[in-house]
């Protein structure tokens, strides 16, 4: 398949049968809780709703489709972390780091559980994670994160030159770090047995149903009004937005739009697999700040993306951003230089979509309106397990419970806000940029140690 008759959609979507779609929100209504967006966070926190009080009346409101955005066009990477890696975390809050790591672990497995318990077929695939070094200070990079994760109870085994044979047969790389909790899904799976879980305990769902307006004037319910003249009034609200434009302007600032992308090739052979050292079913990605992520599909493609992380001034949003052919055409030579052994094997898909970078790299959560109205946003390109947390958290708020969901202080304190435009685009560029050089040199400029200081971050 050449470059021009590339599917230009998401694999996982591309591949789904066709499903009808839930009407849109008509008339009047009211609801215990109304979640709004119907990615993972919405479902989580829709189905999470209903099996904390199955009496409860929750409507699930999305603007589109269920999984068209992020959830269906991620990597399907499940992750534990809640911080965006060890690092991050340690960086940020290491007086609680310990308490991190074991909630992260509790949620990963409460989330093998709830799709046991609710038979999501989503091609769950607990095949562990590695990450590679291209050079001697990445190989650094991935000593000290071994000392790390063994520090705090993690599982990790690194692989200098002398061994990198024994996970690898790519020419690229030098060293590697092995881990085992991770897991691997069909994204677009698993929103869609979310969905199916929902409408099985009593979640009422809508999609083509747009939100226009939220009022939460005086101490009643949320008046939530549509593009279509729908309105539905609510005890309790949940925002699952997360990079779409944020129904509360305080959050306005909290977040970026940041496009990523991906590529996925046509089934490779066992002997091609083998030809290039990957027999196992693991989650790999490069150890730079640029890094690329990738891993086998249940039919034995290989989903190849990240690197580039592009920001459009004014955060401007657009289903047309999602296919740059500049972008894909760096992620193939990226992939040709890291296996060659693969010269041949074509690209049959390309897409991307948006991710909801924050400063701290990872979730931020908080409830306002007097408890009425909660939000969970800012995954930074980690979420597909990490939603689940934030759902509970935000059920958490607004039953009006403070847990140790709630107290931690990745979720008490908040994170600095981007600053406004221009400063915005030109922080955020100059950023990929160092970040760049970072990779190149094995430094952190100025600019970038400026950055880490004022705990100002921006994820590629």
Known sequence: MDHDTRIPRSFWIDRAPARPAQPP??????????VIGGGYTGLWTALHAKERNPESRVVLLEGKRIGHAASGRNGGFVDPSLTHGLSNGLARWPDEIDTLIRLGRENFAGMRADIERHGIDCDWCEGGAIAFARNAWETEYLRESEAECRAHGEDADYFGPERIGEVTASPAFVAALKQPEQATVDPYKLALGLLDACLAVGVEVYEGTVVSDLDHAGAGPVTIRTRDGAVLRADRVALGTNAYPSLLKRLSLVTVPVYDYALMTEPLTDEQFAAIGWTGDEGLAD???????????????????????VYHYG??????????????????RNFRETYPQLADVRFTHQWGGMIDSSTQFCLTAGVVARGRIAYALGYTGLGVAATRFGADVMLDFLAGERTERTEIKMIKRRPVPFPPEPV?????????????????????????????????????
Do not use: C
Not at 290 to 306: A, T, V
Not at 316 to 328: G, I, M, V
């Open 287 to 309: 150890a730079g700040n640029q890094f690329h992520y990738f891993r086998k599909s249940d039919d034995g493609r290989i989903l190849w993306g990240g690197y580039d992380a």
């Open 315 to 332: 955060s401007k949003r657009s289903e047309a951003l999602t296919q740059r052919e500049e972008t894909f055409a760096t992620l193939e």
């Open 25 to 34: 929100l008509t008339g009047e209504r009211g609801a215990d809780l109304a």
């Open 424 to 460: 915005r685009a030109l922080g955020v560029n100059l950023t990929r940029w160092s970040m760049a050089a970072a990779d190149r040199t094995g430094r952190r400029n100025p600019w970038l140690r400026l950055m880490d200081a004022l705990g100002l971050g921006f994820d590629s």
